[in-house]
């Protein structure tokens, strides 16, 4: 009877009392994580609005609203990029190929942070946020520069949401102080 009682327990431990202390000291990277997740979310879908736009007026309200967020999600985007790359740092002891994964998709994100305001200016345009206040156009108009810059926003801007799903997976089955 005592051996069945200290299974139970064991159990018992192992299904609730476990994982709910785990969660708490875990809980301020939850929340970060879900946070950027959201952001990525919105910002790709948001992006990905510009491609479905089904005429120019739909088109220049997408990458508008794309803008604007951009810039009122960008020091919440660059705080998360902070708080992800001393996840990285701390995880020396794990496998190269897992710190390169997290690695990556901070400068994947660093990218995309950069050249999104890029391509507005080097559109010739200033940056509008939602018709609050405007950023002024330091760089004037460069077409060549644009069209590069653009067209890698695009395609990094694509891969992303896949980079950071490998690297929440790698975390979370992977990572032993996460």
Not at 126 to 145: E, H, R, S, T
Request: proline letters at 5%; glycine letters at 8%; a positive charge.
């Amino acid at each position: 009877m005592k051996n069945i009682q200290g299974q139970l327990k064991h159990i018992v431990y192992h299904l609730v009392a476990k994982p709910l202390k785990t969660t708490r000291t875990k809980l301020p990277a939850l929340i970060m994580g879900v946070m950027a997740c959201m952001v990525i979310a919105w910002l790709f879908v948001s992006g990905l609005a510009i491609s479905l736009a089904p005429d120019r007026e739909g088109l220049i309200a997408a990458i508008w609203h794309h803008v604007g967020l951009g810039a009122i999600l960008t020091p919440l985007l660059l705080s998360l990029v902070w708080w992800r790359l001393l996840k990285v740092r701390a995880a020396f002891g794990q496998p190269f190929w897992m710190r390169l994964i997290g690695l990556i998709s901070v400068l994947v994100c660093l990218y995309l942070v950069v050249t999104g305001p890029l391509v507005v200016w080097t559109h010739g345009s200033q940056l509008k946020v939602f018709d609050w206040f405007v950023i002024a156009n330091p760089l004037g108009k460069m077409p060549f520069f644009h069209d590069f810059l653009e067209s890698s926003h695009v395609i990094f801007a694509r891969i992303f949401p896949g980079i950071v799903l490998l690297d929440i997976l790698v975390m979370g089955f992977y990572g032993k102080d996460r």
